[in-house]
């Protein structure tokens, strides 16, 4: 179907943003932003991929930083340059130059790409609340120091601190930052005596 | 003949810049500047403000019409947004609702 609904990006245009849909896609000029494609793509001599592509053929005669999946070829032809991972069930690559990961054939391993770590927002004034009446059981400086740790040391736990809500301090939340300011805190007071 | 094209088909969710003529016959949502004559055919539709030379629209414009030379709004055409350009024509059963800005 794609044949006709062709897309072009000519030579003296600039894409920032995604490019979706199912067509074919020639790209002579500069795109910024994800390209995800049911068709065929093709980056002409002079044309610039600064993202992602996925697509059923990809052909490269151009530049292309960024991962290249293609749900059946990829080819790299004279003048490709890639920087990236390349994925596809064939992989070709006749000329150019080439930097990143190559995964031919059907296996389908496991994306190199490292998970994301989802790092679930705490609150912090409360977080900050919570854990500076026991750091200010120390000297003033051990107080300054406190909150800085306490509210990094929040992140990792942060369901305890936003689950218990009331005055009972939880029993996981806190007692870590304490120890560790405890431990900026006395080196500072150390010294600072010394 | 234009240099570049967005095939039907297509969704591009961003800014297209072009110092090119720019014929649209899919989807752009976000922003369109082109130095040139901008297309938009039947069919296509652009949820973008424009700012171009030459627009020629018989499909669908959500956004902002700004244009150094004329906008022609086609037969079938609808523009919702306000237009500024030295020329504007407005085609029997076009559907257009906004500004006109003409620098009288």
Known sequence: MARDASTIIGRGTHVRGRVTGDGNLEVQGRVDGDVALEGDVVVESGGLVASNVSARRIV???????????????????????????????VAIVGGLVRGYVQSGDAQGAPRAAAKAVAARPAPAKALAASAPQASNGSPAKKAVAPAPSARRVESAPRAVTLAGGA???????????????????????KKRA | MASTVIGAGITIEGEVTADEDVVVQGTIRGKLSARDAVTVESGAVVEADVTSGPVSCAGAITGNITSTDRVDLQSGAKVVGNVKATRITIADGAQFKGNVDMDV
């Open chain 1, 168 to 190: 009972p301090a939880p029993k996981h939340g806190p007692p870590p930052p304490v120890v560790r300011a405890l431990k900026k805190g006395a080196k500072g007071a150390l």
């Open chain 1, 60 to 90: 490269v005669r151009g530049a292309v930083k960024g991962d290249l999946v293609a749900s059946e070829s990829i080819s790299l032809e004279e003048g490709a340059r890639v920087v990236g991972d390349l994925r596809a069930p064939r």
